[in-house]
């Protein structure tokens, strides 16, 4: 055989370069399927999570950017929710650094598909992410293909997807932000123009997925100073003077890109219109700070916020583990590997940073943690501080990925290495018993729960195709925290506003003073099930007549309450016909599947009306039609 022959049959035995990268794509994408099989083996049109709380508000967030770059609106602000006042998008979570890539989806097939793609893309596109870092960081790409799948499909990103959560399940950007510090401070193989650039672009692209992930992700790279001095220090004993030039250029680029893309954005963040300040959910922000504990990093503990959903919104199904939840195998070997392979530089920065992560993740309580010295300051007020546990998960991945890699080096150093076949298959398997515990822990709530996403009749019909410049009051109204109506008007393509807004735009504090927030409190608590309903005395339709006024509201609109999705049900619709009737003054008129209200000039409080209204809204059970009856007698 000549030599060229030879030369030929050892390319064509030479594997492909893609080969383990499709792999990887392939297994994420089945697993991915698998997760929310509920939804891609039904309808992905009409299926979803649950269309209700948070994650109405994702469809709405979904929905906005097609709807506003199609009819030239601004992706930043809008005033079809929370009207007239609006709300600043940049302030909330948006998520426009997937709304308008995926804006051309939503066109064609409604926010509804979107959000199924986006909450398919997020565990595949996390573990891609981690998958390429891995394979920089160790030899083996087996290694790099079963753990970051325990990045991608970790709970940190299970437990927010199963309430639609997009801000928080989609962390595909952290392992690329540090994939290329890698690159610029310790290979520095590229042109540091290059680098310094999709540096900036991904910093970019993290501020308009999630700012506040982007701020403790900047916490994590303050330990990038430590490999940078190091870097430095040798490169000075081996007189290289080009080291600190090609760190100068990368940082520029990566800075210049970065205030290129976000200087405006950050205005608007901080005094664009609408924007908020301080606490964004007012004095009682410690309520929404859910902490984690050490013990739950390795034991499985339910989710306090999924807790809190399941008996908010009657969502029900076996309860999540929490955010922080890592598992014992890969904690285990992190910190065996951190013992065994001391001298590695890259596995002490990960759990140096990863354990600091997880000190300020640990929940405020009687006892002094780490972040209670931080969190009262500008910025960190906002931060809660289960949510480093996405450092804490990168950075223990990183540790048990070179952990095992490293151990299986030193096999092989001391001649017991088995055939590369049979390597691969071991390190596969050394790796899949370190998710065991986690496999574990997540099989009893997968393939996640999804429901319908059935549009009420009313907005179905007569409310996908009102005349423009209706502003709509929804029953139950979107900051009593039932914020179904948000994604009913996603999936009306924005043919109406509506006033109020769920989320931190929504708080009582930013409703108004005087009668206006006397209103919003009456219709806050009319809408939310679980608190005492209201009764109306005169001076309390006055507050409401002045709430719908000063929101320009033209229509009141009470579905039928028994008709609705899981999280979707307020008082019942009788009741809520007695309370706006004796609100409004007037009676409703019955449409397809809903009790509509014309908002129109007013002569005054009817107090026979709202002494009916006191004496029939006793009967909640009563039909709505009894009750309309009642208040005539």
């Known amino acids: 055989m000549s030599e060229g022959s030879t030369g030929r049959h050892a390319r064509a035995r030479q594997p492909s370069p893609w080969r383990w990268p499709l792999l990887a794509a392939a297994t994420y994408l089945v697993l991915g399927v698998g997760v929310w099989w509920t939804v891609w083996s039904a309808a992905p049109g009409s299926t979803s999570v649950c269309g209700c709380g948070d994650a109405a508000r994702f469809l709405w967030f979904l929905e906005w950017p097609a709807f506003a770059l199609a009819h030239g609106h601004s992706p930043l602000f809008s005033t079809f929710l929370n009207h007239p006042t609006g709300i600043n998008l940049l302030d909330d979570t948006s998520v426009l650094g997937l709304g308008v890539p995926l804006a051309p989806l939503t066109l064609l097939a409604g926010p509804v598909v979107t959000?199924?793609?986006?909450?398919?893309?997020?565990?595949?596109?996390?573990?891609?992410?981690?998958?390429?870092?891995?394979?920089?960081?160790?030899?083996?790409?087996?290694?790099?293909?079963?753990?970051?799948?325990?990045?991608g499909f970790s709970t940190f990103v299970i437990d927010p997807s199963s309430a639609g959560q997009l801000n928080l399940a989609f962390i595909a950007v952290p392992p690329l932000i540090v994939l290329v510090l890698d690159e610029v401070i310790r290979r520095r193989r590229w042109p540091p123009r290059r680098a310094g650039m999709l540096l900036g672009l991904l910093v970019a692209w993290q501020f308009f997925l999630s700012p506040e992930i982007l701020l403790l992700l900047a916490f994590g790279c303050l330990a990038a100073v430590v490999p940078v001095a190091l870097v430095l220090r040798d490169a000075r004993v081996a007189g290289d003077r080009t080291v600190g030039h090609h760190l100068a250029v990368a940082g520029s680029w990566a800075a210049g890109v970065a205030v290129l893309l976000l200087a405006y954005p950050t205005w608007w963040y901080f005094a664009g219109p609408a924007h908020l300040s301080g606490s964004v959910w007012g004095p009682g922000a410690q309520l929404w700070r859910w902490g984690s504990t050490l013990e739950g990093l390795v034991w499985h503990a339910g989710s306090p916020y999924g807790l809190a959903v399941q008996r908010l919104f009657g969502v029900v199904g076996p309860e999540l583990p929490s955010y922080s939840y890592l598992g014992l195998g890969l904690v285990l070997a992190a910190v065996v590997g951190l013992v065994v392979l001391r001298r590695d530089r890259v596995l002490q920065l990960a759990m140096g940073v990863g354990a600091v992560a997880a000190l300020l993740s640990l929940a405020p309580g009687r006892t002094w943690t780490p972040w209670s010295a931080l969190r009262h300051l500008p910025l960190l007020e906002n931060v809660a501080e289960y949510r480093f546990g996405v450092l804490t998960l990168l950075c223990v991945v990183v540790a048990a990925a070179r952990a095992v890699d490293g151990g299986l080096d030193a096999v092989a150093g001391a001649g017991t290495a088995p055939r590369p076949g049979r390597a691969t298959a071991l390190a596969g398997a050394l790796c899949g018993l370190l998710l065991l515990p986690t496999v574990i822990t997540l099989a009893p709530v997968l393939p996640l729960r999804a429901v319908p996403a059935t549009q009420p009749t009313w907005f179905a019909t007569v409310g996908a195709h009102l005349p423009p410049g209706q502003v709509l009051l929804v029953y139950p109204a979107p900051f009593s925290g039932l914020q179904a109506s948000q994604a009913w008007q996603a999936r009306d393509q924005m043919r109406w506003a509506q006033a109020g807004v769920g989320g931190p735009a929504g708080t009582r504090p930013r409703a108004g003073r005087g009668a206006v927030g006397r209103g919003w409190q009456l219709l806050d608590d009319a809408s939310f099930p679980l608190v005492p309903a209201p009764r109306l005395r005169p001076r309390d339709v006055a507050d409401v007549d002045a709430a719908l006024r000063a929101w320009g509201v033209t229509m009141v609109v009470v579905p039928d309450q028994e008709h609705l999705g899981p999280g979707s049900h307020a008082r019942s619709t009788a009741w809520a016909v007695s309370f706006f009737t004796a609100a409004l003054g007037a009676a409703p008129h019955r449409q397809p599947g809903a009790w509509v209200w014309l908002v129109g000039p007013r002569t005054g409080v009817s107090l026979p009306l709202v002494a009916a209204a006191g004496r029939c809204g006793a009967h909640p059970e009563r039909s709505a039609t009894a009750m309309l009856a009642c208040l005539g007698s």
Do not use: D, E, Q, T
Request: glycine fraction near 2%; proline fraction near 5%.
């Open 115 to 151: 959000m199924n793609v986006a909450l398919l893309l997020a565990p595949v596109a996390s573990s891609l992410a981690m998958y390429a870092l891995l394979r920089r960081l160790v030899a083996r790409p087996v290694i790099a293909l079963v753990l970051g799948a325990a990045y």
